[in-house]
């Protein structure tokens, strides 16, 4: 596409110069970029629309940790007598 309608990170070294020429660098084209990348943010990682197994997976390891932590004391008790 044309060089002022790609993202910066898809901009070579090279064209960086003729990149940052196209854009608006007044304070209110200053504003809208700081508004359009913290929207970008936060629909990436804060407002996440779609839910998946990631996010059950990681909620049942966290529990199977945690209940390993609580329960060590008596696990490796157990594993103790039955090395015997």
């Known amino acids: 596409g044309p060089l002022s309608e790609r993202r910066l990170m898809d901009v ?10 196209t854009r608006d660098i007044s304070l209110q084209g200053l504003l809208e970029g700081v508004q359009k990348a913290w929207s970008s943010y936060h629909d990436k990682y804060i407002n996440v629309r779609r839910g998946g197994p990631a996010g059950i997976s990681m909620l049942l390891a966290g529990y199977c940790l945690l209940s390993y932590g609580w329960n060590y004391q ?11």
Do not use: C, Q, T
């Open 74 to 84: 008596h696990i490796s008790k157990i594993s103790f007598l039955l090395s015997l």
């Open 12 to 21: 070579r070294l090279g064209e960086l110069p003729a990149w940052l020429a």
